[in-house]
């Protein structure tokens, strides 16, 4: 008896405590939530455009959600946008102060918003921009300004772009473990990191013609900002003309060399405030919660946003994976829903599984059978994520999305050198011929590789299939710009692969447009898991977390993207239709 009443007093001991810390944390949770309700915009205020943390086409954050906040380290790029049409329209908004950027954006969603700065100007409101250090994304950005600054200080960086790729080889003859490949695409580079140590020359050229593409985007921008010459623009990243703030200024890539004092002075004149008076900034985060309770989009019927962001996996699918179980669910949800007339599918993938790719274009298929499904491209939609996007009735990309990659590969890591190395001998017994198909410490048969090369080749011929059903071209015409081969969005709306340039905003648009509808709401899908949940999956996740900082810490970042390149390579399972090469863009 005596161990009974023990126990039970540690177990309610224990319900009370949790209970306690619980309550805490709920009233804790309130009272954040209570004060971001709070926060109000004064007159004759500046908006901050601070961005910080890294941008994601999607947050999917209920506003109800308490928790929901404590856990995003991401900024949403549907809410950046709304925020600035909803401060274009604000008359206590007097302009935009673009501040110290560190932008971590993709290329085509820094040219979203600059679309949006740009709108925002069209109603005579200022937008003035100021940096110690501007990278060149953050020059990109910044160049929409009325009057660009820099510290006196400062660095500017605008040299033009440029991409590294890595290359194994040698590293898996020296460890004993390699990736035994196969591949269809004469462009499907993904693999071929693993196959030599140099790059090809067809690879070589399909990143010129891309990086020479985005770059020529961007500098077509710039150049009508500041009123200089796409040739002016090339000269100065050629001889390093805005390396130095005074270089800076003399080429005309900024407008004056200041301290942040005497910026702020120069905010103050264009917003009427008192020279002795405080700025009123408010900043773009805290501008968001207010952003978000004013509609610009009204009306009964809706239009439909479903967000696929990240690379594409077998199953469930979360808020950075593609997995067909969310993506599905969404679609099944947003045909089914009678105030839903049209659909739009936003991509931002490198693509991924073969198997799952395909899955989600059936739905696709299945659901623009009932109501339109427009694509819009973000960043990257490529590989699986143009498969994905094929089908659709319209597709628009940005000129600086990379898309294409119509191509396929599986990848097999072997470690039958480093088994004889270490002494590891494998034998296998099986009850038919091919019942032992693979083994990990053994070559790999002819057998097992022509099985897997056959998959390979019928994926690339329904891939293949796919694309000329959904652009309404022949399969042959869909071979000739497939290949693997990377293109960018303006090069894509040159060979067919999409219909239209343009943003997010176009493709609701044209949705729109596409059932007549002249007023309608805004539906975003798919739902992720709330704040608490993701609360209570934290207890096991936190362990891996403070592993992987401790060895980004203790290795370096560099060295830690390639080992989460190698992992992530590992990890793929089945026939990939994923992205040629892990382009980071300098």
């Given at each position: 008896?005596?161990?009974?009443?023990?126990?039970?007093?540690?177990?309610?001991?224990?319900?009370?405590?949790?209970?306690?810390?619980?309550?805490?944390?709920?009233?804790?949770?309130?009272?954040?939530?209570?004060?971001?309700?709070?926060?109000?915009?004064?007159?004759?205020?500046?908006?901050?455009?601070?961005?910080?943390?890294?941008?994601?086409?999607?947050?999917?954050?209920?506003?109800?959600?308490?928790?929901?906040?404590?856990?995003?380290?991401?900024?949403?790029?549907?809410?950046?946008?709304?925020?600035?049409?909803?401060?274009?329209?604000?008359?206590?908004?007097?302009?935009?102060?673009?501040?110290?950027?560190?932008?971590?954006?993709?290329?085509?969603?820094?040219?979203?918003?600059?679309?949006?700065?740009?709108?925002?100007?069209?109603?005579?409101?200022?937008?003035?921009?100021?940096?110690?250090?501007?990278?060149?994304?953050?020059?990109?950005?910044?160049?929409?300004?009325?009057?660009?600054?820099?510290?006196?200080?400062?660095?500017?960086?605008?040299?033009?772009?440029?991409?590294?790729?890595?290359?194994?080889?040698?590293?898996?003859?020296?460890?004993?473990?390699?990736?035994?490949?196969?591949?269809?695409?004469?462009?499907?580079?993904?693999?071929?990191?693993?196959?030599?140590?140099?790059?090809?020359?067809?690879?070589?050229?399909?990143?010129?013609?891309?990086?020479?593409?985005?770059?020529?985007s961007m500098v077509g921008e710039i150049s009508e900002s500041r009123g200089l010459s796409v040739e002016e623009m090339n000269v100065i990243a050629d001889t390093l003309g805005g390396r130095t703030?005074?270089?800076?200024?003399?080429?005309?890539?900024?407008?004056?060399?200041?301290?942040?004092?005497?910026?702020?002075?120069?905010?103050?004149?264009?917003?009427?405030?008192?020279?002795?008076?405080?700025?009123?900034?408010?900043?773009?985060?805290?501008?968001?919660?207010?952003?978000?309770?004013?509609?610009?989009?009204?009306?009964?019927?809706?239009?439909?946003?479903?967000?696929?962001?990240?690379?594409?996996?077998?199953?469930?699918?979360?808020?950075?994976?593609?997995?067909?179980?969310?993506?599905?669910?969404?679609?099944?949800?947003?045909?089914?829903?009678?105030?839903?007339?049209?659909?739009?599918?936003?991509?931002?993938?490198?693509?991924?599984?073969?198997?799952?790719?395909?899955?989600?274009?059936?739905?696709?298929?299945?659901?623009?059978?009932?109501?339109?499904?427009?694509?819009?491209?973000?960043?990257?939609?490529?590989?699986?994520?143009?498969?994905?996007?094929?089908?659709?009735?319209?597709?628009?990309?940005?000129?600086?999305?990379?898309?294409?990659?119509?191509?396929?590969?599986?990848?097999?890591?072997?470690?039958?050198?480093?088994?004889?190395?270490?002494?590891?001998?494998?034998?296998?017994?099986?009850?038919?011929?091919?019942?032992?198909?693979?083994?990990?410490?053994?070559?790999?048969?002819?057998?097992?590789?022509?099985?897997?090369?056959?998959?390979?080749?019928?994926?690339?011929?329904?891939?293949?299939?796919?694309?000329?059903?959904?652009?309404?071209?022949?399969?042959?015409?869909?071979?000739?710009?497939?290949?693997?081969?990377?293109?960018?969005?303006?090069?894509?709306?040159?060979?067919?692969?999409?219909?239209?340039?343009?943003?997010?905003?176009?493709?609701?648009?044209?949705?729109?447009?596409?059932?007549?509808?002249?007023?309608?709401?805004?539906?975003?899908?798919?739902?992720?898991?709330?704040g608490l949940e993701r609360f209570m999956e934290d207890y096991g996740g936190a362990s891996t977390k403070i592993k992987q900082d401790f060895i980004k810490e203790e290795i370096g970042v560099e060295?830690?993207?390639?080992?989460?390149?190698?992992?992530?390579?590992?990890?793929?399972?089945?026939?990939?239709?994923?992205?040629?090469?892990?382009?980071?863009?300098?």
């Amino acid at each position: 008896m005596k161990f009974l009443r023990n126990l039970l007093a540690a177990i309610i001991g224990c319900l009370i405590a949790f209970g306690v810390i619980f309550g805490m944390f709920m009233i804790f949770a309130a009272l954040l939530g209570s004060s971001e309700d709070g926060k109000t915009v004064k007159n004759n205020s500046i908006l901050e455009i601070q961005i910080q943390n890294p941008v994601a086409d999607y947050i999917g954050n209920n506003e109800a959600d308490p928790f929901a906040s404590l856990f995003e380290k991401s900024q949403g790029l549907n809410e950046i946008l709304h925020a600035i049409q909803v401060a274009k329209s604000d008359d206590k908004i007097k302009g935009i102060s673009i501040n110290n950027n560190f932008l971590i954006a993709g290329y085509a969603q820094t040219q979203a918003i600059r679309k949006a700065l740009l709108d925002f100007k069209t109603d005579g409101k200022f937008i003035y921009a100021y940096a110690d250090i501007y990278t060149q994304k953050d020059y990109y950005l910044s160049s929409v300004a009325d009057s660009l600054f820099i510290n006196k200080v400062g660095v500017l960086d605008f040299k033009g772009l440029s991409s590294e790729v890595l290359f194994f080889k040698d590293l898996q003859e020296k460890s004993g473990i390699k990736m035994e490949v196969i591949r269809h695409g004469k462009y499907k580079s993904a693999v071929e990191p693993y196959l030599s140590n140099e790059m090809s020359e067809a690879n070589r050229t399909q990143i010129k013609e891309l990086l020479n593409s985005l770059w020529g985007s961007m500098v077509g921008e710039i150049s009508e900002s500041r009123g200089l010459s796409v040739e002016e623009m090339n000269v100065i990243a050629d001889t390093l003309g805005g390396r130095t703030p005074e270089l800076a200024s003399k080429s005309k890539l900024v407008d004056a060399v200041l301290f942040f004092d005497e910026y702020e002075t120069k905010l103050k004149t264009a917003s009427d405030s008192k020279l002795e008076d405080d700025l009123n900034y408010v900043s773009l985060e805290d501008y968001i919660l207010t952003a978000n309770k004013k509609k610009l989009l009204k009306g009964d019927d809706k239009i439909a946003i479903i967000y696929a962001q990240g690379e594409i996996f077998y199953g469930e699918g979360s808020p950075s994976i593609i997995g067909q179980g969310i993506i599905n669910e969404a679609l099944k949800k947003a045909r089914e829903d009678k105030d839903v007339k049209a659909i739009v599918l936003r991509v931002d993938s490198p693509g991924g599984s073969a198997l799952t790719s395909d899955i989600i274009w059936r739905e696709v298929e299945l659901t623009k059978a009932i109501k339109p499904v427009v694509v819009s491209m973000g960043n990257v939609a490529a590989s699986g994520g143009y498969y994905i996007a094929a089908g659709a009735d319209k597709i628009y990309a940005e000129p600086t999305t990379i898309t294409g990659s119509i191509g396929v590969f599986g990848t097999v890591p072997n470690a039958t050198e480093l088994a004889e190395n270490i002494g590891i001998n494998a034998e296998q017994v099986g009850t038919n011929k091919n019942s032992v198909d693979y083994s990990l410490f053994e070559p790999m048969t002819d057998g097992f590789r022509e099985v897997v090369q056959e998959g390979v080749e019928n994926t690339y011929k329904t891939f293949l299939s796919r694309v000329a059903e959904g652009r309404n071209i022949t399969v042959a015409q869909a071979d000739s710009i497939a290949q693997g081969r990377v293109w960018s969005g303006v090069d894509a709306k040159r060979l067919g692969l999409v219909d239209e340039l343009g943003g997010l905003d176009d493709a609701i648009k044209g949705a729109a447009e596409l059932v007549e509808l002249d007023t309608y709401g805004i539906k975003n899908f798919p739902k992720y898991k709330t704040g608490l949940e993701r609360f209570m999956e934290d207890y096991g996740g936190a362990s891996t977390k403070i592993k992987q900082d401790f060895i980004k810490e203790e290795i370096g970042v560099e060295a830690y993207s390639i080992l989460k390149e190698v992992k992530a390579v590992m990890n793929q399972e089945g026939v990939q239709t994923r992205m040629p090469f892990t382009l980071s863009i300098k």
